[in-house]
């Protein structure tokens, strides 16, 4: 190799490793004797195990015979968590069992009627977006019938912020449930409306969210189980998940009907009928009345 020396040593191999000798035998670790009972003494045993070690049998007179204590078992984070939630819910309960009876009180004297307002001719309509004026629903709601009243619920503090919903009274029963099964899922102002029928005074039987009751499929949870198609909700049907075809009704309709139109044999079907209608328990009140969506709340 034609190098310097100094760089030549770099590249000579290590010299051989130094030779130990064959690896000598350990000797096995030597265990201690089972402790010997009297029947084992008088017994001719045979030669010990290599390396010491013995069976077993020998410690068998060795082992506990009392009956093992009873098992101490504390509570699982599953049971604190199912404690919590039922104490949580003990005390909602007496908390809101005043209110619910002034409630229903205020919904016994109402006789149907709030502020002047006929709710038997009146139309929630919830999920506003807060720029619509009172002008610009108006004009959207009057073209299903005449309206008597119309008020946009404002913020107490702030009376200029909407709070998103509204009630409107129309002059005449037959034009409210037109609108009823028409305006559902309208879109206002870039946003899907959803209406339904005043039942804070016209179910006897109805509470409002703030008391434990309410409607919509908004907040079942989290974003895989809440409703995010526009339009009422009926837990008793699947969601569409399809645009509405020709002669079907908008998206969520639970009142199904193909024949089209506003008519009595197709299209829409209309307000829930006396006896509980889609809702069950929460349905309209006697007399073939209908009920509201979000009044008295």
């Not at 009180?105 to 309509?125: P, R």
Request: proline share 10%; with cysteine.
């Amino acid at each position: 190799m034609m190098m310097p020396p100094h760089i030549r040593a770099t590249f000579m191999p290590n010299p051989p490793l130094e030779s130990m000798g064959p690896a000598q035998k350990r000797r096995p670790k030597t265990y201690c004797d089972a402790p010997e009972d009297d029947a084992s003494k008088s017994k001719k045993t045979g030669p010990r195990v290599k390396g010491g070690i013995s069976g077993l049998a020998s410690w068998v007179v060795q082992f506990e015979r009392t009956a093992p204590p009873a098992k101490q078992t504390g509570p699982t984070p599953k049971s604190i968590k199912q404690a919590r939630g039922k104490r949580k819910a003990t005390k909602t309960t007496e908390r809101l069992a005043p209110l619910i009876e002034a409630y229903r009180t205020e919904q016994q004297d109402c006789a149907g009627e709030f502020n002047g307002m006929n709710c038997y001719n009146t139309l929630f309509v919830g999920r506003l977006a807060y720029e619509v004026t009172e002008r610009k629903l108006l004009r959207e709601m009057e073209s299903f019938g005449p309206v008597k009243d119309l008020k946009i619920v404002h913020d107490k503090k702030d009376t200029a912020k909407s709070r998103g919903c509204a009630f409107v009274e129309y002059d005449n029963e037959e034009d409210m449930k037109r609108a009823y099964r028409a305006a559902d899922a309208m879109r206002i102002e870039g946003r899907n409306i959803v209406v339904d029928v005043e039942r804070g005074h016209t179910v006897p039987n109805w509470l409002p969210r703030r008391l434990g009751g309410g409607l919509g499929g908004t907040r079942l949870g989290g974003k895989e189980k809440n409703i995010t198609t526009p339009g009422r909700f009926d837990p008793s049907k699947p969601q569409v998940s399809r645009p509405p075809q020709m002669g079907e009704g908008p998206p969520n309709d639970r009142y199904g009907g193909g024949g089209g139109g506003y008519g009595g044999g197709g299209g829409y079907g209309g307000p829930p009928q006396s006896g509980g209608g889609y809702y069950g328990n929460n349905g309209p009140p006697p007399n073939d009345r209908h009920g509201g969506g979000g009044g008295g709340g």
